[in-house]
């Protein structure tokens, strides 16, 4: 089954558009914020603090996210997400300087906390519409969608910042959500609901104690979340200030990376996809990681740093979402809402430590070169423990 067949699940077909506007919209404002910031000054500490906030409600409130997703209805769920996320876009027009740098990671919390959330509820529905090999490749649909986006809407929003302002791509991107909120009222969703009696106390208890139990669960959740290894926010930002603004233009370094880079994670599961199982998953992890160092070897050049960034991309998407279906595979649909949020919860972190240690190696000195070589040798790691994983419990 491809990917066209899959899309003629009528529910697949919509969310996927709709994932397609709001992601674009995301990453296309994504740019002008952090462009902003550098533009008032902003220090490695401040740039890393800032693409962390875009992780913690993951971090911070999966539990409750998961209890959420699990209670109401999938598209009264969405609706309320979408406009919260209009309101906290427009609210970043409000931010002229680095003295109301505290507003902007209030807003860009908020925002986050509804874009985690309506991740984690279709991740969450995925599962009860489709089984099997349709899963797959709704999963790397939904790959796919996140990273053409990631790479046209870093690219355009590069250029529409640099050309038009901060406030106007703010402004595109809260008309993009509104477009989506159209697309949603449309959405003929008809499948029964798991009917919880329980408090919100204990299914907040028995999805903990159902995933402790789970320890099988718990290893892929660890697998997943070593994916945010690849959470190169900060790197990009940080090498587009230091190494290459001399050469280009803020704006346009941050969107050019990140499009070369989502280019790769668009393009990737095409091939990979195909040949990626569980027998081979632990190669994929150790090709993952040599790549990063490659571009840590080539970085110091921003074309030769492109072609590297281009080649770490195209594995990235397919280990994202093949480490995803295998966590949606073993969980009981009971769980699956609090399942996922927990995923989502572990991967955050993971993002925000990656995030975290980016910028304060910086300050502490360590070359950028030294920061990437380190985030791939950590995927070297990664692929042992996958090879102590597969011997015990498959």
């Avoid at 945010?228 to 926010?233: A, I, Q």
């Avoid at 480490?323 to 009981?332: F, P």
Wanted: aromatic share 14%; proline share 2%.
């Amino acid at each position: 089954m491809g990917y066209l067949e899959t899309l003629k699940h009528p529910v697949i077909a919509r969310l996927s558009l709709i994932q397609l506007i709001s992601y674009f919209g995301t990453w296309f404002s994504q740019v002008a914020i952090f462009s902003m910031i550098v533009s008032f000054g902003a220090d490695a500490i401040t740039i890393a603090m800032t693409a962390t906030m875009s992780m913690l409600p993951a971090v911070l409130l999966a539990p409750i996210i998961g209890l959420i997703i699990d209670r109401i209805d999938f598209k009264k769920l969405m609706m309320t997400l979408l406009f919260v996320e209009i309101a906290m876009t427009l609210g970043f027009i409000l931010i002229d300087s680095l003295e109301y740098i505290w507003v902007l990671m209030i807003l860009i919390f908020f925002r986050s906390l509804a874009s985690s959330m309506l991740f984690s509820a279709e991740m969450a529905l995925f599962p009860k519409l489709v089984k099997g090999e349709m899963l797959k490749n709704t999963n790397e649909i939904h790959s796919i969608i996140w990273s053409l986006c990631y790479a046209s809407g870093m690219a355009v929003g590069g250029i529409a910042t640099y050309y038009f302002g901060y406030d106007t791509a703010f402004m595109i991107d809260a008309i993009l959500y509104s477009i989506a909120v159209l697309l949603l009222i449309g959405l003929k969703l008809s499948m029964d609901r798991v009917v919880h009696t329980d408090s919100n106390w204990e299914m907040l208890k028995d999805g903990f104690l159902y995933l402790k139990s789970r320890r099988k669960i718990l290893h892929l959740i660890l697998l997943h979340a070593a994916i945010g290894l690849t959470s190169f926010d900060a790197l990009v930002t940080l090498l587009a200030d230091v190494e290459y603004k001399e050469f280009i233009a803020v704006p346009l370094a941050i969107g050019g990376m990140n499009a070369t880079r989502a280019l790769g994670l668009m393009i990737g599961p095409f091939f990979i996809g195909k040949v990626i199982s569980k027998d081979n998953l632990h190669f994929f992890f150790i090709l993952q990681g040599l790549a990063i160092i490659l571009w840590s070897m080539l970085e110091h050049n921003f074309y030769l740093g492109l072609i590297a960034l281009f080649i770490t991309g195209l594995f990235i998407t397919t280990l994202w979402s093949y480490t995803y279906l295998l966590i949606q595979e073993e969980t009981e649909q009971k769980y699956i809402g609090r399942v996922v949020s927990y995923n989502d919860m572990f991967f955050m972190l993971s993002n925000t430590t990656t995030a975290l240690f980016i910028g304060y190696a910086s300050k502490w000195g360590v070359s950028l070169s030294g920061i990437t070589t380190t985030l791939g040798v950590g995927f070297i790691f990664v692929a042992i423990y996958y090879m102590w994983f597969k011997k015990r419990y498959t």
